[in-house]
């Protein structure tokens, strides 16, 4: 039982969800800074294609070969001092392994902290989204649904009904249209 109360727990837990939501939020923002990013772009593209016209062949034909014949030298240096003593590449291997298991670790508790704040982002985010869709459905509810005093008046309900009938469209107001105005009393 204790596997079946693990996944029922699991399919439960809302924080993926709001990791996504997170996630979605996140991208928005970022996708609402594109235009700007776009237009310096296009601002600065006839300024640089303007000096890549004007830039002389020749020059970074010579530019290109020094950095060549720089990098070679580095590497023949590098491989010269590179000495065969097993022992001590055997100790090397080891050290880049622990290395790397660390990196492993410490991108693991990042990646951990970032899914906590993306959770968290993301249960704002939700929240919010709830509000503007609760103003929605109340602007849509008021719209829709008829104001019940006339009906309440029209009927020959007693003077109490009227007055049971006005509190019952105050939670409307307050971000409550699905709920229906007090029931009537039976005639």
Known sequence: MAITDDIVKTLKDPTPLYAVAGTADL?????????????????????????????????????????AKDAQTKVTEALGSVELDLKKIGESVQDFALQGVGRAAEAAVKVQETYGTLAERGKGAVATWRGDVAD?????????????????????????????????????????????????PAE
């Open 27 to 67: 991208a928005a923002e970022k996708l609402q800074r594109v235009p700007a990013l776009i237009e310096k772009i296009r601002a600065e593209a006839p300024e640089r294609f303007e000096k890549i016209r004007n830039t002389d062949p020749k020059l970074l034909q010579d530019r290109v070969a020094a950095q």
């Open 136 to 184: 929605e459905i109340e602007e849509i509810a008021v719209a829709v649904e008829p104001d019940p005093r006339p009906a309440a008046a029209s009927t020959s309900a007693p003077a109490v009904d009227a007055s049971a009938s006005a509190p019952a469209k105050k939670p409307v107001a307050k971000k409550a249209p699905a709920k229906k105005p007090a029931a009537k």
